[in-house]
């Protein structure tokens, strides 16, 4: 490892701790796909953010360095609910304007499935995942093994007060993405279908390449769907 990636080596274990941190050390807690309306307050959002995060990581052989770290919450309808509340509350919305943005992003939830992606790899080209030439490939994958490219992936080139605010694993070593994937995909000889619904038991977020493959899984609680 060079003089450089050793000097990084501290900074980006603390992140990744920092990230850690935002999930219950005992378990992973499950998640819910179930919509509805929901009586968050602001003073909550932690707590939900924690619960759509995941972490993970895939080391390099000599295991000094990691040769990707990941960090992705996904926006969920639940998500989004205390996401607009926390919002609504630092930015002293009215009523009509917090309903309105509320509206908004629920809508986008039932349009598409997207992800806050941040993560750390020892040279950043490898990093940037919108590129053809980026050593990552991202996946979403159902518990039935189907496998969906994104729909579109938007680089946040400089991430600023409110995306380190809602969003804390963000750091200066971290490069940050958000990844959309479509509501459906279609599949030879069954023509159109959801990629998650009521009856899917997990689902994972897949960064694979030449440097290893690492997944982010979320466990669904189907007998709240």
Not at 16 to 45: D, F, H
Not at 68 to 89: C, G, K, L, M, Q
Not at 197 to 202: A, D, L
Request: net charge neutral.
């Amino acid at each position: 490892m060079s003089a450089k990636a050793r000097k990084l080596v501290p900074w980006v274990t603390a992140a990744a701790a920092v990230a850690v941190a935002l999930v219950p050390a005992c378990s992973t807690p499950s998640v819910s796909l179930a919509t509805g309306t929901r009586t968050y307050t602001a003073e909550r959002y932690s707590e939900v953010l924690a619960r759509w995060t995941r972490t993970a990581h895939d080391y390099t052989v000599q295991g000094l360095d990691d040769n990707i770290a990941v960090t992705a919450t996904y926006e969920s309808w639940d998500f989004r609910w205390a996401y607009v509340v926390r919002y609504a509350s630092d930015f002293r919305l009215t009523t009509v304007e917090r309903s309105r943005l509320l509206q908004t992003s629920l809508e986008s939830a039932s349009h598409e499935h997207e992800f806050y992606v941040a993560l750390y790899t020892q040279n950043r080209r490898w990093g940037a995942l919108e590129r053809p030439t980026s050593a990552w490939r991202v996946l979403l994958v159902n518990d039935h093994q189907m496998e969906v490219p994104p729909s579109a992936i938007e680089p946040i080139s400089r991430p600023g007060a409110l995306e380190r605010a809602y969003f804390p694993y963000i750091t200066v070593w971290r490069q940050a993405f958000r990844v959309r994937f479509p509501t459906h995909t279609w599949v030879p000889g069954r023509g159109e279908v959801e990629v998650l619904n009521g009856s899917t038991r997990y689902f994972i977020l897949r960064f694979s390449g030449p440097l290893g493959s690492t997944d982010l899984r979320w466990d669904i609680d189907t007998t709240e769907s």
